[in-house]
């Protein structure tokens, strides 16, 4: 048996050791081969040669995301451990700077992938469930490169399957009738963008909403396109979609498999394109899962006992 000391930085042990322990708790059950003892400001290891490099490796790792990130997770923890550490190389954290000089970042493995698929791909498929940040990373990617100039306009769809039929007897314009379907965009651009400006977007049409119905017959060029929900196109709504791309276009279509709302006997768009796409290399799919939750921390557990 051998043993190492790691000294450690007074904020190191308290972001990566986490209140009452509770991380490091965790680190030592993913480590069952080595014995670990904090002392002070020095952490202890015992364990053979080979394990002991092994750890010192993952720790190291933890430190590096914890600075370049601001943040480490149990389920960041996790992914390191599970060898999805490559992705510190990329300096694709920081998406935009938001509102009152928030920084909206890709905060977990899966949406830093979103970030760098989408810069190598145009079309980009992002699955997982409910809270891993598949909307929100989403918006700030199309605001981004409407800042850019990448792309002059964002177009925003959801297929709004809820009101069926009676979407024409709703009151209001078509954006009042729409507005309840996608508040959860608004809530994303309204962190990402000053009021007055969402506005002026809105008015002058660089940002347009509209149902999935609307996009039939269109060509969507110089256009950053998001579909939401697209677990609720069929499979013939999702061709219309996808066939609507036009010059230096970027699509998204976001979606949760598990939260399907389409009649039984009608199948997703979102499955049958993940069959009939995979095999196309300018296609990307990230699989957000779990580990992707950023939510309340119960969000997790509640989507493990639905599964």
Same mark, same amino acid.
């Given at each position: 048996?051998s043993?190492?000391?790691?000294?450690l930085?007074?904020?190191?042990?308290?972001?990566?050791?986490?209140?009452?322990?509770?991380?490091?708790?965790?680190?030592?059950?993913y480590f069952?081969?080595?014995?670990?003892?904090?002392?002070?400001d020095?952490?202890k290891?015992?364990g053979s040669?080979?394990?002991?490099l092994?750890f010192?490796?993952?720790?190291?790792?933890?430190?590096?995301?914890?600075?370049?990130?601001?943040?480490l997770?149990?389920?960041?923890?996790e =992914? %390191? !451990?599970e060898?999805n550490?490559? &992705?510190?190389?990329?300096?694709?954290n920081?998406?935009?700077? $938001?509102?009152?000089?928030?920084?909206?970042?890709a905060?977990t493995?899966?949406?830093r992938?979103?970030?760098s698929e989408?810069?190598?791909?145009?079309?980009?498929?992002?699955?997982?469930?409910?809270?891993?940040?598949k909307?929100?990373t989403?918006v700030?990617l199309?605001?981004?490169?409407?800042?850019n100039?990448?792309v002059? =306009? %964002? !177009?925003?769809?959801?297929?709004? &399957?809820?009101?069926?039929?009676?979407?024409?007897?709703?009151? $209001?314009?078509?954006?009042?009738?729409?507005?309840?379907?996608?508040?959860?965009?608004?809530?994303a651009?309204?962190d990402?963008?000053?009021?007055?400006k969402l506005?002026?977007?809105?008015?002058d049409g660089?940002?347009?909403i509209?149902?999935?119905?609307?996009?039939r017959?269109?060509?969507?060029?110089?256009?950053?396109?998001?579909?939401d929900?697209?677990?609720?196109?069929t499979p013939?709504?999702?061709?219309?979609?996808?066939?609507?791309? $036009?010059?230096?276009?970027?699509?998204i279509?976001t979606?949760d498999?598990?939260?399907?709302?389409l009649?039984s006997?009608?199948?997703?768009?979102?499955?049958?394109?993940?069959t009939?796409?995979?095999?196309i290399?300018?296609?990307?799919?990230v699989n957000l899962?779990?580990?992707?939750?950023?939510?309340?921390k119960?969000?997790?557990?509640?989507i493990?006992?639905?599964?």
């Amino acid at each position: 048996m051998s043993e190492k000391f790691i000294t450690l930085a007074n904020d190191d042990i308290n972001n990566l050791f986490g209140t009452n322990n509770k991380k490091f708790n965790a680190i030592k059950t993913y480590f069952p081969q080595v014995k670990l003892i904090t002392r002070g400001d020095k952490l202890k290891v015992i364990g053979s040669s080979d394990q002991i490099l092994f750890f010192e490796d993952k720790f190291n790792t933890f430190i590096k995301h914890l600075n370049k990130y601001n943040s480490l997770t149990i389920s960041q923890i996790e =992914r %390191i !451990i599970e060898g999805n550490d490559n &992705i510190l190389k990329e300096d694709d954290n920081i998406i935009i700077h $938001g509102q009152h000089g928030k920084l909206i970042k890709a905060k977990t493995f899966n949406q830093r992938r979103m970030v760098s698929e989408i810069k190598k791909n145009d079309i980009l498929f992002a699955i997982g469930p409910a809270g891993t940040g598949k909307t929100y990373t989403s918006v700030a990617l199309a605001v981004m490169y409407l800042k850019n100039k990448t792309v002059k =306009r %964002i !177009i925003l769809i959801r297929p709004a &399957i809820e009101v069926g039929e009676n979407l024409g007897f709703l009151p $209001g314009d078509l954006k009042e009738k729409l507005d309840p379907y996608m508040q959860p965009i608004y809530d994303a651009l309204f962190d990402m963008l000053p009021i007055t400006k969402l506005n002026e977007y809105l008015e002058d049409g660089t940002i347009q909403i509209a149902p999935l119905a609307f996009m039939r017959g269109r060509t969507l060029d110089n256009a950053f396109v998001i579909l939401d929900e697209g677990q609720n196109t069929t499979p013939h709504q999702m061709k219309m979609f996808l066939t609507r791309m $036009g010059k230096s276009a970027k699509f998204i279509i976001t979606g949760d498999q598990t939260q399907i709302d389409l009649p039984s006997k009608q199948s997703s768009g979102l499955i049958h394109a993940q069959t009939i796409l995979k095999d196309i290399n300018e296609i990307s799919f990230v699989n957000l899962d779990s580990k992707d939750i950023i939510r309340h921390k119960l969000v997790k557990k509640i989507i493990k006992a639905y599964k």
